[in-house]
Nanobody, 115 residues
Framework: QVQLVESGGGLVQAGGSLRLSCAASRRILTFNTVGWYRQAPGKQRELVATITSSGSTNYADSLKGRFTISRDNAKNTVYLQMNSLKPEDTAVYYC?????????WGQGTQVTVSS
């Protein structure tokens, strides 16, 4: 059973920064893709950013330039650096890891950006 544990969420003022962490219970390079999604109240879950086992990254167009995904293979951890945060970034942020056959989710971490 794979576990993904997110941390780093919280309350921040608009314009501030946060770094989210996702610690996996097994080597992250065994996943095809690891990434972040978010879900705001009343909205569908949406892609934030992903990183493949080869290191290729993908971002939601609206977040390019403000958010950066990275990983530490030795720590089996994926990070999401979020800068210049806006109130509309308020959401629960979920870590996701995919293989060919399975799709794993973390429990989510709340990010609240005050205006």
């Amino acid at each position: 059973q794979v576990q993904l544990v997110e941390s780093g969420g919280g309350l921040v003022q608009a314009g501030g920064s946060l770094r989210l962490s996702c610690a996996a219970s097994r080597r992250i390079l065994t996943f095809n893709t690891v990434g972040w999604y978010r879900q705001a109240p009343g909205k569908q879950r949406e892609l934030v950013a992903t990183i493949t086992s080869s290191g290729s990254t993908n971002y939601a167009d609206s977040l390019k330039g403000r958010f950066t995904i990275s990983r530490d293979n030795a720590k089996n951890t994926v990070y999401l650096q979020m800068n210049s945060l806006k109130p509309e970034d308020t959401a629960v942020y979920y870590c996701n890891a995919m293989t060919v056959f399975y799709n794993y989710w973390g429990q989510g971490t709340q990010v609240t950006v005050s205006s």
